[in-house]
């Protein structure tokens, strides 16, 4: 062999060697970059006494002992590694710092961009807290393109037609939300309207979060998951924002400031605007590091929900009293099939696609037809008095969106009931619900576009 | 400085004295100069004569809790070579506690000093030995 082979074999092997090392959670980089540069001299002086570098690779390495007892060592020493740590900005080393550090900067400067493009229509006499219907309708128009922007920078799309394609997106959204010559403030299709660009737009941030894969089922399955954690960290944002203003607030009334117009009128909007953000910088920073928060939800609460909507069933069909759905009350139905589907598409995303069905797979199923049961009963009786009731846009709406989940569900009980019979694999379930992602986008759009006209602006 | 014992090949040493010995034969070490692991491993071997052999590894975790207690402090340097190497430098805290621990061998020392004479018997061939600057050997 020639020397430099040998020298990109000992190469290869010292790569392998500390990638091996990196694995190990109690041994961090820079102790991996210690123990290189050990085995990387006692290599040399092995050669240096006539052996070939693989022979001084392998007798190197022995001599840096077990690897299970090294890390257990280095766990005890350093037990605060055993926590997974979302390192931000890395500080090991200035070159490997640059990506993080730039991630932040960005996120947060788009953060900040949200933040000031909230209150840029108070320049224009758009006052927040008077023209509400006004930001009602173009919230997301204020916040979702700094978060599209992120992904086009982050995914590096500035140059191809899909940033092109987005931006026509914003821009017929934005004309949509302000053309209709709406009857009233609080008319039914401009409240629905607000209601419903959110989620057609949402669109518009998983084509941009997917990068170029939002035509393979992986890459919608990613926006998925993302969708899942950023809700959470926002929530969790929240929470802490909670906090910190109701402190804020409590401090400066014991000095006789009033703060509430501050809190009201700029901490809430624009912390708001700049959360938005801030949740999807998290969770892509946090990605790789921490446990998805999600799926360990969902194994918690799939049994749970499980449970009661088998009891709700139970007594139902014990007492034999009809499902009384008033108007309202079927949003309440959505709401429990949408947790429902988030319940099952987070067990989805978490579980591997190679495990044979489970006891929880079973659980999934079960969930499922009972959702089902309990909405077909309300479905049910909500048809049956639809004459007596009308059809106002509010109802349309409901029973539109009822519908649509109604049916995911439905098939996707039954891809799953396949899968559990083991005639498919749950790919195909996969494929279904993230291609369904769509059949919501369009509705909403429908909701937002035809929905005024069609019910003449009331 | 003692004579380096001749060169027998590896003792087998209990793990707990490994343990028990690791903190002061580092720390004198470091107090000769700073230095760093892959060199004082061979120092470990040069003192012993190539009879006291540590598992290269186990050295890093000593290190590191030598400079979580403030024994020792690390910094990172680059090598000639263009690696980066991480240097241990001894501190005040260090020197002081390495006088503790010279103090307490030297009484361990002397008490088994005082009995292996009166045993009277050959020692040994593969026994336990520690030879550096401040430690006497033990069971010579």
Same mark, same amino acid.
């Given at each position: 062999?020639?020397?430099?082979?040998?020298?990109?074999?000992?190469?290869?092997?010292?790569?392998?060697?500390?990638?091996?090392?990196?694995?190990?959670?109690?041994?961090?980089?820079?102790?991996?970059?210690?123990?290189?540069?050990?085995?990387?001299?006692?290599?040399?002086?092995?050669?240096?006494?006539?052996?070939?570098?693989?022979?001084?690779?392998?007798?190197?390495?022995?001599?840096?002992?077990?690897?299970?007892?090294?890390?257990?060592?280095?766990?005890?020493?350093?037990?605060?590694?055993?926590?997974?740590?979302?390192?931000?900005?890395?500080?090991?080393?200035?070159?490997?710092?640059?990506?993080?550090?730039?991630?932040?900067?960005?996120?947060?400067?788009?953060?900040?961009?949200?933040?000031?493009?909230?209150?840029?229509?108070?320049?224009?006499?758009?006052?927040?807290?008077?023209?509400?219907?006004?930001?009602?309708?173009?919230?997301?128009?204020?916040?979702?393109?700094?978060?599209?922007?992120?992904?086009?920078?982050?995914?590096?799309?500035?140059?191809?037609?899909?940033?092109?394609?987005?931006?026509?997106?914003?821009?017929?959204?934005?004309?949509?939300?302000?053309?209709?010559?709406?009857?009233?403030?609080?008319?039914?299709?401009?409240?629905?309207?607000?209601?419903?660009?959110?989620?057609?737009?949402?669109?518009?941030?998983?084509?941009?979060?997917?990068?170029?894969?939002?035509?393979?089922?992986?890459?919608?399955?990613?926006?998925?998951?993302?969708?899942?954690?950023?809700?959470?960290?926002?929530?969790?944002?929240?929470?802490?924002?909670? &906090? =910190? #203003?109701?402190?804020?607030?409590?401090? /400066? $009334?014991?000095?006789? !400031? *009033? %703060? +509430? @117009?501050?809190?009201?009128?700029?901490?809430?909007?624009?912390?708001?605007?700049?959360?938005?953000?801030?949740?999807?910088?998290?969770?892509?920073?946090?990605?790789?590091?921490?446990?998805?928060?999600?799926?360990?939800?969902?194994?918690?609460?799939?049994?749970?929900?499980?449970?009661? &909507? =088998? #009891?709700?069933?139970?007594?139902?069909? /014990? $007492?034999?009293?009809? !499902? *009384? %759905? +008033? @108007?309202?009350?079927?949003?309440?139905?959505?709401?429990?099939?949408?947790?429902?589907?988030?319940?099952?598409?987070?067990?989805?995303?978490?579980?591997?696609?190679?495990?044979?069905?489970?006891?929880?797979?079973?659980?999934?199923?079960?969930?499922?037809?009972?959702?089902?049961?309990?909405?077909?009963?309300?479905?049910?009786?909500?048809?049956?008095?639809?004459?007596?009731?009308?059809?106002?846009?509010?109802?349309?709406?409901?029973?539109?969106?009822?519908?649509?989940?109604?049916?995911?569900?439905?098939?996707?009980?039954?891809?799953?009931?396949?899968?559990?019979?083991?005639?498919?694999?749950?790919?195909?379930?996969?494929?279904?619900?993230?291609?369904?992602?769509?059949?919501?986008?369009?509705?909403?759009?429908?909701?937002?576009?035809?929905?005024?006209?069609?019910?003449?602006?009331? | 400085?003692?004579?380096?014992?001749?060169?027998?090949?590896?003792?087998?040493?209990?793990?707990?004295?490994?343990?028990?010995?690791?903190?002061?034969?580092?720390?004198?070490?470091?107090?000769?100069?700073?230095?760093?692991?892959?060199?004082?491993?061979?120092?470990?071997?040069?003192?012993?004569?190539?009879?006291?052999?540590?598992?290269?590894?186990?050295?890093?975790?000593?290190?590191?809790?030598?400079?979580?207690?403030?024994?020792?402090?690390?910094?990172?340097?680059?090598?000639?070579?263009?690696?980066?190497?991480?240097?241990?430098?001894?501190?005040?805290?260090?020197?002081?506690?390495?006088?503790?621990?010279?103090?307490?061998?030297?009484?361990?020392?002397?008490?088994?000093?005082?009995?292996?004479?009166?045993?009277?018997?050959?020692?040994?061939?593969?026994?336990?030995?520690?030879?550096?600057?401040?430690?006497?050997?033990?069971?010579?």
């Amino acid at each position: 062999m020639r020397p430099t082979t040998n020298a990109n074999v000992l190469e290869e092997q010292i790569a392998q060697w500390r990638q091996y090392l990196l694995r190990r959670q109690a041994i961090g980089s820079r102790d991996v970059a210690e123990l290189e540069d050990h085995l990387r001299e006692q290599v040399a002086s092995l050669s240096d006494v006539g052996l070939a570098p693989d022979e001084a690779f392998l007798v190197a390495v022995k001599r840096m002992g077990n690897l299970d007892s090294l890390s257990r060592e280095f766990a005890l020493e350093h037990s605060e590694r055993l926590w997974k740590q979302l390192v931000v900005v890395p500080t090991a080393s200035a070159d490997s710092a640059a990506p993080g550090r730039m991630d932040a900067i960005v996120a947060f400067a788009l953060a900040v961009g949200a933040a000031i493009a909230i209150k840029a229509p108070n320049l224009f006499g758009k006052l927040w807290g008077q023209d509400e219907v006004f930001y009602a309708r173009n919230i997301s128009l204020f916040v979702l393109p700094f978060l599209v922007g992120y992904f086009v920078w982050k995914r590096d799309l500035s140059a191809s037609s899909m940033t092109r394609w987005l931006a026509v997106a914003f821009v017929a959204a934005a004309i949509f939300a302000n053309i209709y010559p709406y009857t009233s403030a609080d008319s039914s299709t401009q409240i629905l309207a607000a209601i419903h660009l959110p989620i057609a737009l949402w669109l518009a941030v998983g084509i941009a979060y997917a990068g170029g894969r939002w035509s393979q089922v992986a890459g919608r399955m990613d926006f998925i998951r993302f969708s899942g954690e950023w809700v959470i960290y926002l929530v969790l944002i929240a929470l802490g924002g909670g &906090l =910190l #203003t109701g402190f804020l607030v409590m401090m /400066f $009334t014991t000095i006789g !400031v *009033n %703060v +509430e @117009r501050f809190v009201e009128h700029w901490l809430i909007p624009c912390g708001a605007a700049g959360a938005v953000i801030v949740a999807a910088w998290l969770v892509e920073a946090k990605q790789s590091v921490i446990e998805n928060m999600a799926p360990v939800l969902t194994r918690l609460f799939s049994p749970l929900f499980t449970a009661v &909507l =088998l #009891t709700f069933l139970g007594t139902l069909l /014990f $007492t034999g009293r009809a !499902v *009384n %759905v +008033e @108007r309202e009350m079927l949003m309440a139905f959505n709401g429990l099939l949408v947790i429902v589907l988030a319940l099952m598409l987070y067990s989805l995303s978490a579980r591997d696609p190679d495990a044979p069905p489970g006891i929880f797979d079973i659980i999934q199923v079960v969930l499922v037809v009972a959702a089902l049961v309990a909405d077909a009963l309300a479905l049910w009786n909500i048809v049956g008095r639809i004459t007596e009731f009308g059809f106002s846009p509010n109802r349309v709406a409901v029973l539109g969106m009822n519908m649509i989940l109604l049916v995911n569900l439905a098939w996707s009980a039954m891809l799953y009931v396949r899968f559990l019979r083991n005639r498919d694999s749950l790919a195909g379930l996969e494929r279904w619900q993230t291609r369904y992602l769509h059949v919501y986008a369009i509705w909403a759009a429908i909701v937002v576009i035809v929905f005024p006209p069609l019910f003449g602006y009331r | 400085m003692p004579p380096t014992p001749p060169s027998t090949g590896p003792t087998d040493i209990s793990k707990d004295l490994m343990a028990a010995s690791s903190t002061p034969i580092v720390l004198a070490i470091l107090a000769e100069g700073d230095s760093y692991g892959y060199a004082i491993l061979q120092r470990v071997r040069e003192l012993s004569g190539g009879r006291l052999e540590w598992t290269d590894g186990m050295l890093y975790p000593v290190l590191h809790r030598l400079e979580r207690l403030g024994y020792v402090k690390a910094r990172w340097e680059t090598a000639e070579s263009g690696r980066k190497r991480k240097y241990y430098h001894i501190t005040a805290a260090g020197k002081t506690q390495l006088a503790e621990e010279r103090r307490q061998w030297q009484v361990i020392n002397a008490t088994l000093g005082g009995i292996w004479q009166p045993l009277a018997r050959p020692a040994p061939a593969h026994r336990p030995r520690f030879a550096y600057d401040n430690l006497q050997p033990a069971f010579a």
